[in-house]
C-alpha cells in the first residue's frame, strides 16, 4: 500500500519538476495529472507500438505510463510472488491460458464498462466480466518460401508437413511458455485425429518434426528467421509483416483444424485488482480500443484488431494482402481454442517428458 | 667434466647490445668466477651457457661439442639458482634425485646416489624434510647436490650465496670449495662480491659492460691490474690523477695538483700532456721519514685512525679533498697525530698509471 | 588487545551479514520446501517431504539433475583445460602488453552473459563460420546447426567461466617462480615431467579451487542453458524457473532449489575431503612447516 502511494507520490513530483523544465509542456498540467500506470505486456516491438499508439495519447493528457515486460506467464508469476503486497503493474495483456487461473484466484478485477465507452464497438464475444479482447493473433506455419523454393518444397499444408526430412534442423517449435505454443500443439492434436481435449496425441507428430529448438521469445526466433538460421516454425503473420519490411523472405500458410481453418489466439487486456489508478487502467484500456488506435497497433504489428471497422480498414493495406484472412467468411472459420478443454498440468507433464529434445 | 669456450659470444635485446663479443676458454675443472658490477652482462653470459637465452651470435663449446640451439636439458649442465629453486612440493631426498629420475635411472641406483650426495654435503638426516623445513644454508647444499647428483659436465652457479648473511657466506664458501675440489667439477661461479671472488676462483673474469676487463688469477689482477676500472674494482687502492709530464718507456711521471711528480707503471698508450690517473693500494703506502731515491712521496694531512682487527687504517688528506688510505700491520707505531702533516711514500713498482678519458668526453 | 577485539568485531559483522544474505534466503527456500503445493502459488500448512519424495522418485527430475551436474563438470574440465594454458602463458609473458590483456580479460568477465550468448549463437549458428566450414567439408551433406544442443550449453558454460578462470590461474602460476622451471629444465626435465612433477603439483590446490568455481557457477547457470539450449536442454535451473514462471509451484520449486544447493555443497566438500586425502601436494608440504 505505502509502496504504491509513495510511487505515485514520486512520480508527481517527478512530473512536478519536469514541467517546470520544459517550456511549453505546462499544457500537460493544465489537462490534469492523471498519475501513473504500469503495464505488463510483451517486449520488443509490440510494446513499442503499444507505446506508441496508447502510451503516448496518455502521456499528452498527462499521465505516466510504464511497462513491465515478459510473457503474460511471467507477468501472473510476478504478480503472485507480490500477493499480499501492492500489485506490481495495473494492467496487463494475458492470453486463455491463465484466464481461468487468474480469475480463480482473483488477481484480477471485475471492469468498468462505464469506463470503456469504446468496447460498445466490440462484438459481444470481446467483452468478459474481467477481460476485454484488444487484438488476436493469426497463428499458423511462417515458412522462408525462397529457402523453400531452393530446396523444392512446396508451401506447408499441416503442421505435419514440418516433419519432411529436408527441413530437418530448420524448423523451430514455439516452447510451453511462448504465447504461440497452444495453437501449434492443437493444431497438431487435430491433424492426430483428436483436439484440444487431448493435446497429448501431438507429442509423437512433434516427436517427428524434431524441432531444431524450442523458442521462448519471438525476438529470438525473429532473428533465426532473418538470419536464415531457421526456415519454418509455428508462429504468427504479424511476424512476417513485420519481418517483410526488412525484406525477410517470410510467407503463412494456415493448416485446418478440422472443420476450421487458420487459428485465433485473442490478446486479452485485464485490470490488476488492487489498482491504485483504477481511473487511468480504465483510460489506458479504453484508449487501447479506439478504432483508430487498433488500426494503427494492428498494421504496425500485423494482428487482427477486434473492433470490426478497424478489420475493413486493416484489409485495405497492402501488406495484409495474402498474409492475414480477413474476409468475413475467414474469420467466422477462425478456430479458436477452448481452454476449458485444456489438461494443463497433464499436458505440461508430458511436454517435459515425453518431447525428445537435443 | 669439461672445458667450456665462448667464441665471440654476443647477445642483443633490441639495439642495445648487453654481451658484446666475449672469447673465453676454460679448462677442465677450472674454478671460473665472473665477477663485475650490476648490469655487466654476468647472469645474461651465464644463462647462455645454460640455454636458457640464445646468443644472437657466437658460439658455446662444452667439451669441444657446438651447443647453441639445444636446449637446455640436452646440455647435461648443473646449476645452482640465487633462490635455490628448490621444488616446494619435493623431499629433499627427491630434490636430489630430481636429475637422475629425469634420466630414467632406476629407483636403486636413484637411492644410492641420493644417500651419497646426501653425505657428500652432512644432511644424510635430513632426506626426508620438505625444503620449507631447512636453513638458508641447508636450501643451499641441496642445490648444490642437485646440481651435481647426476654428475653434469659444467656447474653453473648465479650468485649461490647471494641470500646468506655475511658469517653463513663464509662458512658455504668454504664447504663449496670443499665440494667443489672433491668433485673435480668445471665451474662457473658468478658473483659481485670479489672477495668471494678471490677466495674460490682459480681464475676470475671481470667483466663490466658486457666486455670482459680483464681475465686472470686474484693475485695477478690485484697485483697487475690491466685497466684503471680493475684497479678501481678490484681491492681498495688510491687514486691520484694528474698530466703526464714524462714517458720513459713502461715509466710514466704525473703532476699532481699539488705540484708533486710522481712516477709508476704504465702498460697504456699514455703521451706527455694525457690526463692520467695513478692508483696505489693502501698497504703500498708508507710514512717514513728517510726519503729513497726514486720513490714518490707526497704532502697529506692525517685526519683519523681505524682500527680493523689485523691492521690499522690511517686516513689523510692530500690537497683540497683527495682522502688517502694507508693500511699498516697492526704492530707498526707510526707515531702520526691527528692534525699533522706526513710525508708519504709509495714506489713506482707499486704505482699503476692509466689515462683518464679527456675532460669534456 | 584491543585492537584485535575490534578486528575481530569486524569479522563479526561481515559473517553476520553474510548469514543473512546468503543463509537467509536459502531457511526460506527450505521451509517452503516442506509445504505441500496448492494453486497460484499457496501453501498447504502441513508439513512433509511430499515435494522431495515427488522429484526423488520421478526419472525425469533425477535426469535434469544428472544432466546438469554432468555439462556443469564437463564444461567446468574443459574450461580449466584451456584456462591453465592461457594464465600460464600469461603469467609468463615478459611484456607490457600484458597489462592490456589482463584489462581485455577483466572487461570481457563483466560483459553481460546475454551478450555473451548472443555472440556465441551467431558464431555457431548455421549462418556462422564453423556451421559453414561443416557445411563445406561435408560437401553440403551436413547442413545443420551446432546450436540448441548440450554442447552448445557446455560451450556457452565455458565461454562464461573462461575469463574468471584464467584470471584466478593467472594468479596462481605467478606464485610459482619462473627459476623453478628452470631449475627443472636444467636439470634435466623433458616439459611433460615439468608440467607434471612441477607445475601441476605445485597449481593443484589453486587448480581445484578454480575448477569448483567454474563447477559451482555452471550448476546454477540459467541463461546460457536456455538461450543455448533453446528449450532441448532442460537443467535443474530451468526446470526451476519453468516451476515458478509456468506452475506458480513454490513448494517444488524450493525443493528443486535446496537439492541444488545440496548437490553443490556434497560435491564440493567431496572434492575437498579427495583432496586431503591425495598425493602430498605444494601445500602439505608447506603446512608440515
Ligand atoms: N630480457 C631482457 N631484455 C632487455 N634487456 C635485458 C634483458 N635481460 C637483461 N637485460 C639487460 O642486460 C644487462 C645485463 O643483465 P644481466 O642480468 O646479465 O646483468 P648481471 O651482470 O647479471 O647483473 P646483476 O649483478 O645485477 O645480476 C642489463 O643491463 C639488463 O638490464
Ligand atoms: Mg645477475
Not at chain 1, 476449458?340 to 507433464?349: D, F, G, I, P, T
Request: charged share 20%; with cysteine; net charge neutral.
Amino acid at each position: 500500500m505505502s509502496n504504491t502511494s509513495r510511487r505515485t507520490f514520486l512520480s508527481g513530483v517527478a512530473g512536478l519538476s519536469i514541467a517546470g523544465l520544459l517550456p511549453g509542456s505546462t499544457g500537460a498540467w493544465a489537462q490534469g495529472n492523471l498519475g501513473a500506470i504500469k503495464v505488463a505486456t510483451w517486449g520488443g516491438s509490440w510494446r513499442d507500438s503499444l507505446d506508441k499508439q496508447v502510451g503516448e495519447p496518455i502521456r499528452k493528457a498527462g499521465g505516466t505510463v510504464e511497462y513491465v515486460v515478459d510473457t503474460p506467464q511471467g507477468n501472473l508469476a510476478k504478480l503472485v510472488a507480490a500477493r499480499g503486497r501492492s500489485a506490481p503493474f495495473d494492467t496487463m495483456e494475458s492470453g486463455l491460458e491463465l484466464v481461468q487461473l487468474m480469475a480463480a484466484d482473483r488477481f484480477i478485477q471485475d471492469l468498468d464498462y462505464e469506463k470503456l465507452p469504446n468496447a460498445k464497438l466490440l462484438p459481444d464475444f470481446a467483452r468478459a466480466k474481467n477481460y476485454v479482447m484488444t487484438l488476436g493473433s493469426m497463428d499458423g506455419i511462417v515458412y522462408n518460401h525462397e529457402k523453400f523454393k531452393e530446396a523444392g518444397l512446396d508451401a506447408p499444408k499441416t503442421y505435419s508437413d514440418l516433419a519432411h526430412p529436408k527441413l530437418q534442423g530448420k524448423v523451430a517449435f514455439p516452447d510451453v511458455n511462448h504465447t504461440q505454443h497452444w495453437n501449434a500443439v492443437a493444431g497438431l492434436a487435430y491433424e492426430a485425429g483428436a483436439s484440444e481435449a487431448d493435446l497429448t496425441k501431438a507429442i509423437p507428430l512433434i516427436n517427428k518434426i524434431k524441432p531444431a529448438y524450442f523458442f521462448s521469445s519471438s525476438t529470438d526466433i525473429a532473428t533465426k528467421m532473418s538470419s536464415g538460421e531457421i526456415w519454418a516454425a509455428p508462429w504468427h503473420a504479424g511476424f512476417v509483416i513485420r519481418l517483410r519490411r526488412s525484406n525477410v523472405p517470410l510467407s503463412i500458410s494456415y493448416p485446418q483444424f478440422g472443420t476450421k481453418r487458420g487459428s485465433l489466439w485473442p490478446v486479452l487486456h485485464h485490470v490488476v485488482r488492487g489498482t491504485e489508478n483504477e481511473a487511468l487502467a480504465h483510460r489506458f484500456l479504453d484508449t487501447y480500443l479506439e478504432p483508430q488506435v487498433q488500426l494503427s497497433h494492428a498494421k504496425a504489428t500485423g494482428v487482427l484488431p477486434v473492433n470490426r471497422s478497424a478489420i475493413q480498414e486493416l484489409g485495405k493495406d497492402p501488406e495484409t494482402n495474402g498474409v492475414l484472412l480477413l474476409s468475413d467468411a475467414e474469420l467466422d472459420n477462425l478456430f479458436v481454442i477452448d481452454f476449458s478443454k485444456v489438461n494443463l498440468a497433464q499436458w505440461r507433464s508430458a511436454w517435459d517428458r515425453d518431447i525428445v529434445r537435443g | 667434466m669439461s672445458s667450456v669456450s665462448l667464441e665471440c659470444l654476443v647477445k642483443s635485446y633490441g639495439p642495445t647490445e648487453v654481451v658484446k663479443g666475449i672469447n673465453l676458454h676454460i679448462e677442465e675443472g677450472e674454478l671460473i668466477v665472473f665477477l663485475g658490477p650490476s648490469g655487466c652482462g654476468k647472469t645474461t653470459t651465464l644463462r647462455m651457457i645454460a640455454g636458457f637465452i640464445d646468443p644472437t651470435s657466437g658460439a658455446i663449446r662444452i667439451g669441444g661439442e657446438p651447443v647453441v640451439r639445444k636446449p637446455p636439458r640436452a646440455r647435461n649442465l648443473g646449476m645452482v639458482f640465487q633462490d635455490y629453486a628448490l621444488f616446494p612440493n619435493m623431499s629433499v631426498a627427491d630434490n636430489v634425485g630430481f636429475g637422475l629420475v629425469e634420466r630414467g635411472k632406476s629407483r636403486d641406483v636413484v637411492h644410492k646416489r641420493v644417500e651419497q650426495m646426501l653425505r657428500l654435503i652432512h644432511m644424510e638426516a635430513l632426506g626426508n624434510r620438505y625444503p620449507i623445513e631447512l636453513s638458508g644454508g641447508q636450501q643451499q647444499r641441496v642445490a648444490l647436490a642437485r646440481a651435481l647428483a647426476y654428475e653434469p659436465r659444467v656447474l653453473l652457479m648465479d650468485e649461490p650465496l647471494g641470500a646468506l648473511d655475511q658469517k653463513l657466506r663464509e662458512e658455504m664458501q668454504r664447504e663449496f670449495a670443499r665440494i667443489q675440489r672433491d668433485v673435480g667439477i668445471t665451474t662457473i661461479f658468478v658473483t659481485h662480491d670479489q672477495q668471494e671472488a678471490m677466495a674460490l676462483a682459480d681464475r676470475i673474469i671481470v667483466m663490466n659492460g658486457g666486455v670482459i676487463e680483464q681475465a686472470g688469477r686474484p693475485e695477478e689482477l690485484y697485483d697487475r691490474p690491466d685497466t684503471l676500472f680493475i684497479a678501481d674494482f678490484i681491492g681498495r687502492s688510491n687514486r691520484f690523477e694528474g698530466k703526464v709530464v714524462r714517458k720513459v718507456s713502461d715509466l710514466v711521471s704525473v703532476r699532481l695538483s699539488g705540484g708533486e711528480v710522481i712516477t709508476g707503471q704504465s702498460r697504456s698508450v699514455l703521451s706527455v700532456g694525457d690526463p692520467a690517473a695513478c692508483v696505489v693500494r693502501p698497504e703500498s703506502l708508507a710514512v717514513g721519514a728517510t726519503p729513497q731515491e726514486g720513490t714518490n712521496a707526497i704532502s697529506a694531512q692525517v685526519l683519523r685512525r681505524s682500527f680493523f682487527g689485523s691492521g690499522i687504517n690511517t686516513i689523510l688528506r692530500y690537497g683540497e679533498n683527495l682522502e688517502v688510505i694507508l693500511q699498516t700491520p697492526k704492530g707498526a707505531d707510526l707515531n702520526l697525530q691527528e692534525g699533522n702533516m706526513a710525508d708519504v711514500r709509495f714506489r713506482p713498482e707499486d704505482t699503476f698509471c692509466f689515462p683518464l678519458p679527456k675532460a669534456g668526453r | 588487545m584491543r585492537i584485535r577485539r575490534a578486528y575481530d568485531g569486524a569479522l563479526a559483522l561481515a559473517l553476520a551479514v553474510s548469514v543473512v544474505l546468503f543463509i537467509v534466503p536459502q531457511l526460506f527456500f527450505v521451509r517452503q520446501s516442506f509445504f505441500e503445493s496448492l494453486a497460484m502459488g499457496m501453501m498447504g500448512d502441513q508439513l512433509s517431504f511430499a515435494n522431495y519424495a515427488t522429484i526423488l522418485s520421478d526419472g525425469f527430475y533425477i535426469a535434469v539433475f544428472v544432466r546438469t551436474i554432468v555439462l556443469s563438470a564437463i564444461a567446468a574440465l574443459v574450461a580449466l583445460f584451456i584456462a591453465y594454458p592461457t594464465a600460464y602463458w600469461l603469467a609468463r609473458l615478459n611484456s607490457p602488453v600484458l597489462r592490456w590483456l589482463i584489462i581485455l580479460l577483466l572487461v570481457s568477465s563483466f560483459v553481460s552473459i546475454v551478450v555473451k550468448v548472443l555472440g556465441l549463437s551467431m558464431l555457431l549458428g548455421s549462418q556462422g563460420p564453423f556451421a559453414t566450414f561443416l557445411r563445406f567439408v561435408t560437401l553440403g551433406w551436413w547442413s545443420g546447426s551446432l546450436l540448441h544442443n548440450e554442447l552448445a550449453v557446455a560451450i556457452g558454460l565455458v565461454q562464461y567461466s573462461l575469463p574468471l578462470l584464467i584470471m584466478l590461474l593467472f594468479g596462481v602460476v605467478q606464485t610459482i617462480p619462473k627459476s623453478l622451471e628452470d631449475a627443472a629444465l636444467v636439470h634435466g626435465a623433458s616439459d611433460w615431467s615439468l608440467l607434471r612433477r612441477i607445475l601441476l603439483p605445485l597449481s593443484l590446490n589453486g587448480i581445484v579451487t578454480a575448477g569448483l568455481i567454474a563447477f559451482n557457477m555452471n550448476m546454477g547457470a540459467f541463461t546460457s542453458a536456455v538461450l543455448l539450449g533453446g528449450g532441448n536442454v532442460l537443467t535443474v535451473p530451468v526446470v526451476i524457473q519453468r516451476k515458478i514462471v509456468l506452475e506458480v509451484d513454490y513448494p517444488v520449486a524450493s525443493a528443486l532449489s535446496v537439492l541444488l544447493t545440496t548437490a553443490v555443497i556434497v560435491i564440493n566438500l567431496l572434492l575437498v575431503a579427495l583432496r586431503r586425502g591425495g598425493p602430498v601436494g605444494a601445500g602439505q608440504g608447506r603446512q608440515a612447516a
